[in-house]
């Protein structure tokens, strides 16, 4: 994605507002927080997944509350992805 911010390539890292500028930009800090939106949401999904799965599992009660307390730690992934956005 980051090849595609400036037309041509080459001016994203030549070009820095001198001269005559006919490159076509986008505004990089829009596609990096769509990117970081795209990332969380995909965290969540990730973090989410396994819990009801694991709740189905014929285990001791007591293990499958573990197991589960450890699977949803992934949502302090998901608090950072959201503090960092």
């Known amino acids: ?10 001016t994203y890292w030549t070009n820095h507002g001198i001269g005559p500028n006919t490159a076509r930009c986008i505004d990089e800090g829009k596609s990096l927080f769509a990117a970081a939106v795209v990332n969380t949401l995909a965290e969540l999904l990730i973090a ?10 014929k285990l001791p009660r007591r293990q499958r509350n573990w197991t ?3 699977l949803c ?11 960092r956005a």
């Open 68 to 70: 589960i307390t450890l």
């Open 73 to 83: 730690l992934g949502f302090l992934v998901v608090v950072c992805g959201c503090v």
């Open 48 to 57: 989410l997944l396994p819990i009801p799965l694991i709740a189905l599992l």
């Open 1 to 10: 994605m980051i090849l595609t911010h400036t037309r041509p390539v080459a």
